[in-house]
C-alpha cells in the first residue's frame, strides 16, 4: 500500500474513532443519572440544538436503532407550536444523513451534515458535498432536560420528550386551565375598576358578574323555614344586581358542601344558630345540617376569595347578643363575641366582617356597598336605624382592623325567653335588657374595590 494511501486510510479512521467516541460519550457516564420514563422504550442518544431566539429553535433528536426526530419550536398568530419530523438516520465517517419519513413538509432544512469533532456541530452540507452553511450548525447538546420525562420551557410550557408521541406540548392540567382563567379574568376586572375609582355610582354588571355569593341557612328550628325565605329574597336581589349566587339551605347545608362551594366566594352570608366552638372564647363555628362545625376548622378549611367579606345575620352572638342572654352582657363581652366570631375567617382570606340581627337589613347593606361606600360608613348608616353605636375602637387580633359595637337600651316591656332543654322547647317572660345587634370589623375604609383587587 502506498504512502499516500496510508495516509487517507488512518485520517478516516481518525475522524471514525474522534466521532463515534465524541457521539456515544453520554450513553453511560454524562447521563446516568437522567433516564427517560419507563414508558418511554426508545433510547435518547444525542440531542443537537439550534436557537435563533426564544421564539425560534430547531431541535434534532437521534435515538438507537436509528431513529430520529426534528422538532421545531415556532410562534404563528401569537400561538406557540410545536411540530416534528421523524425518520431515519446513518453515519458514514462523520456524516450524517437523514431520511424523512413520509412526504409532508414541516420546515425545509438539510438532509445531511459534517460533524466537527473540535466544536460539537453538525453544520449542513450542500447535496454535492461542497457547500457547508455554518449559520445553521446544531450545536451538541448534554442539557439533562432532554432525557427528563418532560420539561418546561418558558414560552412554550411544558414539553414532552416521549418518542412514542407527537404533540410535543403537554397539555395543561385542569386546575392550571382555571388559574389561567382567573389570572385574565383579573386583568379584565382590574380594566374595569380603573374607570370607575372616582365614580360615585352604581357598579356596572360587567364587574358585578364576576362576584361570587355564598348564601348559607343553617337548621333554626321553627325559624329556619323565615330565615330561608329572607334569604332568597336576599339572593333574588343580588342575582339581580348582576351577582353570581350560590344558595345552600338547610337540610342541604352539610359543610364538606359549604366548605367546596365557599371557595373563591368573594362573599360569604350565614344565617342560623349560634355556637360556643371558638379558638380564644367560647363564641364561634357554624351550625349546619350536619352538624357543629368548630373555628378552627373553618381556618383550616375554608379557602374564600382574597379581601372576601363574610356576613352573619340573625345568628346568636354574631352582633354581640344572642337568645339565651337573660342580662346585658356588657360591652366587653360583646367585642369578644364578635372579635372571635371573625377571627376564624380572617385566618382564611377574609379581610371584613358584618353582623346584623335584623330581619330585611341586607339588601340595604348591598344597596350602599355596590356603590363602593366604606364599611365604615354603612356600619354608621344602618346601627344608627336600630340601634346607638356603643363604640369604634382598634380590633384586639389586627391593630389595622377596627371594630365596631351598637346597642339598643332596655324597654320597660317583658320580652320572652326561649330555651331548650332535652331538645324540648320552653318559653318564659323576663324583664328586658340592653342588647348588641349590629356589629363590624374590617379596616374601615374597607369596600367593594378592595373585594375585587388582587
Not at 374607570?195 to 355569593?213: P, W
Not at 332568597?232 to 367546596?260: C, Q, T
Not at 339565651?324 to 372579635?339: F, T
Request: charged content about 25%.
Amino acid at each position: 500500500m502506498s504512502t499516500k494511501k496510508i495516509s487517507l486510510f488512518l485520517f478516516s479512521l481518525l475522524v471514525i474513532l474522534i466521532s463515534n467516541s465524541t457521539l456515544n460519550a453520554n450513553t453511560d457516564d454524562d447521563f446516568k443519572k437522567s433516564t427517560l420514563n419507563k414508558k418511554i422504550n426508545v433510547k435518547l442518544l444525542q440531542v443537537f440544538i439550534i436557537e435563533k431566539d426564544a421564539k425560534e429553535k430547531d431541535i434534532l433528536k437521534l435515538y438507537e436503532k436509528g431513529n430520529y426526530e426534528f422538532i421545531f419550536f415556532q410562534y404563528q398568530n401569537n400561538k406557540p407550536k410545536v411540530r416534528r419530523e421523524k425518520g431515519s438516520y446513518s453515519w458514514r465517517s462523520a456524516i450524517l444523513k437523514l431520511e424523512k419519513k413520509g412526504d409532508a413538509e414541516i420546515k425545509e432544512h438539510a438532509f445531511k451534515f459534517e460533524f466537527d469533532s473540535l466544536q460539537g456541530k453538525l453544520i449542513p452540507v450542500g447535496k454535492l458535498g461542497i457547500k457547508k452553511d455554518f449559520l445553521n450548525a446544531l450545536t451538541l447538546s448534554k442539557d439533562q432536560k432532554y432525557w427528563q420525562e418532560t420539561y418546561q420551557d418558558s414560552l412554550f410550557g411544558e414539553i414532552t420528550n416521549n418518542f412514542n408521541v407527537s404533540q410535543k406540548i403537554v397539555p395543561p392540567k385542569k386546575q392550571e386551565i382555571e388559574k389561567i382563567k382567573e389570572l385574565k379574568q383579573q386583568d379584565t376586572i382590574n380594566l374595569l375598576l380603573a374607570k370607575v375609582q372616582s365614580d360615585t355610582g352604581l357598579l356596572a354588571k360587567d364587574i358585578l358578574k364576576y362576584i361570587k355569593v355564598v348564601i348559607v341557612v343553617g337548621p333554626a328550628e321553627e325559624r329556619t323555614k323565615e330565615f330561608i325565605e329572607e334569604q332568597k329574597i336576599n339572593a333574588e336581589f343580588l342575582r339581580k344586581m348582576g351577582l353570581n349566587v350560590i344558595e345552600m339551605y338547610h337540610p342541604n347545608a352539610r359543610w364538606e358542601d359549604v366548605v367546596s362551594a365557599s371557595e373563591g366566594a368573594h362573599v360569604f352570608i350565614y344565617n342560623g344558630h349560634g355556637s360556643n366552638l371558638g379558638i380564644n372564647h367560647p363564641t364561634g363555628g357554624l351550625c349546619l345540617s350536619d352538624g357543629i362545625f368548630h373555628s378552627q376548622e373553618i381556618a383550616k378549611e375554608f379557602k374564600l376569595h382574597k379581601n372576601a367579606l363574610v356576613i352573619f345575620n340573625h345568628v346568636c352572638g354574631g352582633a354581640g347578643s344572642s337568645a339565651s342572654d337573660v342580662k346585658d352582657i356588657g360591652l366587653n363581652e360583646a367585642l369578644a363575641r364578635v372579635g372571635e366570631y371573625a377571627y376564624p375567617f380572617f385566618q382564611t382570606s377574609a379581610t371584613a366582617y358584618y353582623a346584623n340581627n335584623y330581619s330585611e337589613c341586607l339588601i340595604p347593606f348591598f344597596e350602599q356597598f355596590l356603590r363602593k361606600k366604606p364599611i365604615k360608613n354603612i356600619y354608621n348608616n344602618e346601627a344608627t336605624i336600630y340601634c346607638k353605636i356603643e363604640c369604634i375602637k382598634t380590633y384586639n387580633y389586627n391593630t389595622s382592623f377596627a371594630i365596631g359595637i351598637s346597642s339598643l337600651p332596655a324597654s320597660n316591656e317583658k320580652r320572652t325567653l326561649i330555651e331548650y332543654h332535652n331538645g324540648r322547647k320552653k318559653t318564659r317572660l323576663i324583664n328586658d335588657f340592653k342588647s348588641y345587634n349590629v356589629a363590624f370589623v374590617a379596616p374601615p375604609d374597607y369596600s367593594i374595590l378592595n373585594l375585587l383587587s388582587e
